[in-house]
């Protein structure tokens, strides 16, 4: 097996005849890589090799590209693939395909070469590494083929560059166990589901119930001390670290555990599972830090059933609204009376009898998929948050008049419609013109709209979101003003109702920096972002120093879909800088 001490000695031709296969057909990717030596770690090799394509010109892309063979093409079936594409395309067993398989495949072939002008490119062994089957190799082609140009060359890279890790672990025989337990865990808690086919899980449902066994069930075989469910349905694990437990302080972790509907499988949960397997490590080890661990999967975070959200994290900050127990859902339960049908105690008293003493707590440190494209697009598989937006939220209503669309001159119109319109661009160009604010209009609605009649009202959302809440305040002063302005000029009248106002959670400064040392440590470069969309981490803000560690999703950062995904060395590579953010802890402790 190859070692990295090869590779860092070897002369300039060497490296680059070491690291054959590793890119088809592609060695000029090698040679330029061989500068960026010594490589601290394999995934510094990685990043290394993937920074050489990401820099190079479309021309060297795209040549990168059409060096990979179709899937089930002429060159596989006239046996003339490179060794590592033959294995590949073998172990996807798309070298026994069926008859209607393999027509399939190559009628896809050739609508993907006609829209495109080059081969489909998929990482066959999948983020699991095992494969994905001819089925989802076919679904993935059919979505692909409907993207953009653009979208769809930057997606092919990101294929070409899984391939070339998982040829890498190969010829390093490495395998990312720790990764593959994290995948294996998010897959068979997604069986557990309120919808047949996708994943679903909200608050105080038997599938949600459900999820927290098996949570609490994985957290006793990894060795935590305590292990329970509190008052709103937290799952709590505790590992005790030396020393007297009564007085020793415990450093706060977690994620939720609940889903939007058809949701991913990473989402939040990425961040329960990862703790969970740095404590199996040390249990396995006979290890205990100088502190404890508490790992906490937060039963609900998406507001998806009731009309709040952050339930689990409010209850551990003494948030936990009192008239949120009165809220109903869609089909008219009771919050108060779910909690109890799920066995839960559904009482104030039992609730604020869970908040925490922050003396008794070192800080909060939360790791979670981007839910974002900006790492997958840097090739870069950890980054370092900075700060939660801040935002706001309102739903609204313009109201003009509803007159015919062919009489009505179009001086003497009050469109409803056009109005919001205007909103929306002058909210695009507002929040495009400041760093790291963004605003977007999510629903619109014509009620009883039709083709021939001017739109006397339209409704729509408004979500304004910036890394500090000067610069959200700023941004809801203006978009605010505008939509008077708009409806001044337009002779139209408006409604804007708040429907939610949160502050930015900028991360505690000592924190993110133990974050970034152990990224370094692992050899990766430092990538630092913010974080727009809301997590737990904002509301333990409230209460402790919390500090984020961002993980690349797949399939161009989507998330809140089915399609969400992490690989198992990336998965991998999270656990492992936890671990070390432990140990840098320990050690200053």
Avoid at 577 to 587: E, G, M, Y
Wanted: charged share 25%; hydrophobic share 45%; aromatic share 6%.
């Amino acid at each position: 097996m190859m070692k990295l001490d090869d590779l860092n000695d070897a002369a300039a031709a060497d490296f680059v005849a070491l690291l054959d296969g590793t890119y088809e057909h592609s060695p000029w990717i090698a040679e330029r890589a061989a500068a960026a030596r010594p490589f601290k770690s394999l995934a510094a090799l990685k990043v290394a090799l993937a920074r050489v394509v990401r820099e190079a010109g479309i021309d060297e892309q795209l040549g990168l590209i059409r060096a990979h063979p179709e899937l089930a093409g002429k060159a596989a079936v006239a046996g003339e693939l490179t060794a590592e594409s033959t294995n590949e395309q073998q172990k996807a067993g798309l070298t026994a395909c069926t008859p209607e398989e393999f027509a399939k495949l190559q009628k896809l072939n050739a609508d993907y070469n006609a829209r495109f002008g080059w081969p489909f490119i998929l990482a066959v062994r999948g983020p699991r590494g095992t494969g994905f089957t001819r089925a989802e190799i076919i679904a993935t082609f059919e979505r692909r083929l409907r993207a953009h140009p653009d979208v769809e060359r930057a997606e092919c890279l990101r294929q070409i560059h899984r391939i070339a890790e998982i040829r890498l672990n190969d010829k390093f025989g490495v395998r990312p166990e720790l990764g593959e337990q994290l995948w294996d865990w998010a897959a068979a808690l997604a069986a557990h589901s309120e919808t047949e086919g996708f994943l679903t899980c909200t608050y105080a449902t038997p599938t949600h119930t459900a999820v927290a066994e098996q949570l609490m069930a994985w957290m006793r075989d990894c060795g935590f001390d305590e292990v329970r469910r509190d008052a709103v349905g937290n799952v709590v694990g505790v590992y005790n670290g030396t020393g007297d437990i009564s007085t020793q302080q415990r450093l706060l972790t977690g994620s939720h555990y609940d889903t939007v509907r058809r949701a991913g499988r990473f989402d939040g949960r990425l961040g329960i599972f990862v703790p969970m397997l740095v404590v199996r490590e040390l249990h396995r080890a006979g290890r205990r830090l100088p502190f404890g661990l508490e790992v906490v999967g937060f039963s609900e975070e998406e507001g998806q059933r009731f009309p709040a959200d952050f339930l689990g994290s409010s209850a551990l900050v003494g948030a936990f609204q009192p008239a949120w127990l009165e809220g109903a859902d869609a089909a008219g339960i009771m919050l108060r009376d779910a909690m109890q049908a799920a066995g839960l105690p559904g009482t104030m008293e039992s609730i604020q009898s869970i908040k925490r003493d922050p003396s008794r707590y070192l800080g909060f440190v939360e790791v979670h998929i981007e839910q974002g494209p900006v790492l997958d697009s840097l090739d870069l598989p950890l980054g370092i948050v900075t700060s939660i937006n801040g935002s706001r939220r309102y739903t609204g209503e313009i109201v003009g008049l509803a007159s015919h669309a062919g009489t009505t001159p179009m001086g003497q119109r009050r469109d409803a419609a056009a109005g919001v319109a205007e909103l929306i661009l002058f909210t695009e160009q507002r929040a495009a013109a400041v760093p790291d604010v963004v605003g977007t209009v999510g629903m619109l609605e014509v009620p009883s709209g039709s083709i021939n009649v001017i739109p006397g009202r339209c409704r729509f959302s408004l979500d304004l979101r910036a890394t500090t809440d000067e610069a959200r305040d700023a941004l809801d002063a203006d978009v605010r003003a505008k939509l008077e302005e708009i409806c001044q000029r337009r002779g139209l009248s408006f409604t804007l109702q708040p429907t939610l106002a949160a502050n930015a959670a900028p991360s505690d400064p000592a924190w993110q920096a133990r974050w970034e040392a152990a990224v370094t440590e692992l050899g990766l470069p430092l990538h630092r972002l913010p974080s727009g969309a809301g997590h737990d981490a904002m509301k333990l803000h409230e209460l402790l120093p919390q500090a984020m560690l961002f993980v690349r999703g797949g399939n161009g950062g989507i998330s809140h879909n089915p399609l969400e995904s992490v690989t198992v060395d990336d998965a991998e590579l999270a656990v492992k800088t936890f671990c070390l953010l432990c140990q840098n802890t320990a050690d200053l402790s």
